[in-house]
């Protein structure tokens, strides 16, 4: 047994130690990857980058080695890019060469390629395309998108008033009105908020968000090859998804049992009537499994993201009091108590909507950006980067830019005014990435951010169970995303 063992572990050892012999010799061959540290054999530079805070760690490396380096993730070499002047030149002024979507081994397996945010090359162009063509074309024009947003945040309110001012734990109340949004889009309807199997869906999308951040996905993502055949918490993301596909594919069967192709009710309609069309082309892409996974990945996007910036927000909003005191003002002065808000009131009120992007800003849902990867050999700043390496644009350098952010670690919405207090734009604001991968959804989050907020704090006040300086808005879980911290609030009607 103890034979076999050490066996097993050289055999490991050997293999790990030819996959790097390799991948340097491309780096020597066939181009010239931007200096790091040095990795070791298997491990890579996993005595620099600690799975329980990569992010911070890369930021520790770009101290010493500039904007742009290589790290090994395991055998595996990756580009790291820090700052809005690097990530900028590669996502929009290279945008074509950086297009690729890079590893992302801990969902991976249950993706495999397919679907928009996962595909690469001429799938994922297709993809794309089509999928934001029924997002701009929202509810196939029978309903705008702001109306349903207007509907389900009073369906938010009501719940919100149950609760009479006492203390509630703000996840599911945030997350449940949010996905009715993004639910109508792609299954045609809403979820009423106490249907069993909608909160289901919901914790395992949480739960799903939170995996993917802790340090065992990271370490997944460093040892794809061996762990994958290993029993472990690991593992737990996969089934997670793969239970959300089964739902998403059920979704799917009913559809299409009621399918009338004169009048699609949703995404996965307009899908399905792709597909009938494409029935005699063997090489569409208007597939079940894209179908499937495409929806899933609109679905799972357009629920947790939206919905952790709401926690974040409505957190330092009890942090800062003066923050909300003045935001309370500005609702009053033009909106006032009892109509409901409106995009349009956007444009008049500056502070709230710089509020609103410094919460994203500050919070920074997903501090890694998912992986890139470039789609041929690319020169860029002196390196020649060969085709299929993957790229870290790290959104979280660029919107805690201080040639950008006056105190980018500090909760200050005066980065988004200007000396009169008017909106002031700012170009390394890129919490929905930028460049061709920029998120499907974009439109629709600041429309939901914008709307859920104003509704909340027009018709409430927030109240923290602790002093506004014992609030710590610290992640619970920093990996892929920023996990928002549990808490409790009161929210008094106004």
């Known amino acids: 047994m103890e ?57 520790k490396l770009r101290e010493k080695y500039g904007p742009i380096f290589t790290v090994y993730m395991g055998p595996r070499p990756v580009v790291v890019l820090c700052g809005h002047e690097a990530v900028k030149e590669a996502l929009v002024d290279r945008a074509d060469e950086f297009s690729g979507r890079g590893e992302l081994a801990s969902i991976e397996r249950n993706f495999q390629g397919h679907g928009v945010a996962l595909a690469n090359g001429e799938r994922w162009r297709i993809l794309r395309r089509f999928s934001l063509t029924i997002l701009r074309d929202f509810g196939m024009g029978k309903r705008s998108i702001e109306e349903r947003i207007q509907e389900e945040a009073g369906f938010l309110l009501e719940e919100l008033r149950k609760t009479k001012g006492s203390p509630i734990e703000p996840t599911f109340f945030l997350s449940r009105t949010v996905s009715n949004v993004i639910s109508s889009v792609v299954f045609g309807s809403r979820f009423d908020y106490e249907d069993k199997q909608f909160l289901k869906l919901l914790q395992m999308i949480n739960e799903s968000f939170i995996e993917m951040s802790t340090p065992w996905a990271q370490l997944y993502d460093m040892y794809s090859g061996i762990m994958q055949y290993l029993p472990g918490r690991h593992n737990r993301i996969y089934y997670l998804i793969e239970e959300l596909k089964d739902f998403i594919a059920s979704r799917v069967k009913i559809n299409e049992a009621s399918l009338d192709p004169q009048n699609p009710r949703d995404f996965i309609d307009c899908f399905l009537i792709k597909m009938h069309q494409d029935t005699n082309n063997p090489h569409t892409e208007f597939n079940l499994k894209n179908l499937v996974l495409t929806t899933l990945n609109l679905f799972f996007a357009g629920t947790e993201t939206v919905s952790s910036t709401l926690r974040y927000g409505l957190l330092l909003m009890m942090k800062h009091p003066e923050v909300e005191a003045k935001i309370h003002e500005e609702i009053d002065q033009v909106i006032g108590p009892h109509r409901i808000p409106s995009v349009d009131d956007r444009a008049k009120m500056p502070y709230t909507d710089a509020v609103i992007h410094e919460i994203q800003r500050l919070t920074d849902i997903v501090p890694m950006g998912v992986p890139h990867n470039v789609i041929r050999d690319t020169h860029f700043r002196g390196y020649l980067l060969p085709k299929g390496t993957d790229v870290f644009p790290l959104l979280g350098s660029v ?21 009169q207090g008017r909106f002031k734009k700012n170009e390394a604001f890129v919490p929905f990435s930028s460049g061709k991968r920029i998120c499907l959804g974009e439109a629709m989050a600041r429309m939901e951010l914008f709307l859920y907020f104003t509704s909340i704090l027009q018709n409430f006040s927030l109240h923290s169970l602790v002093p506004p300086a014992d609030i710590d808005i610290t992640p619970r879980v920093s990996g892929f995303g920023n996990i928002p911290p549990i808490y409790e609030l009161c929210l008094k009607a106004r």
Do not use: E
């Open 399 to 419: 919107l805690k830019d201080p040639k950008y952010f006056r105190y980018p670690d500090a909760f200050y919405p005066q980065h988004f005014l200007d000396d």
């Open 3 to 59: 034979l076999g063992g050490a066996f097993t572990i050289f055999l490991a050892l050997s293999l790990s130690c030819l996959l790097i012999l390799i991948a340097w010799k491309r780096n020597s061959k066939g181009g010239k990857l931007p200096p790091g540290p040095t990795p070791i054999p298997f491990l890579g530079n996993v005595l620099q980058v600690r799975t329980d805070a990569t992010f911070q760690s890369f930021m």
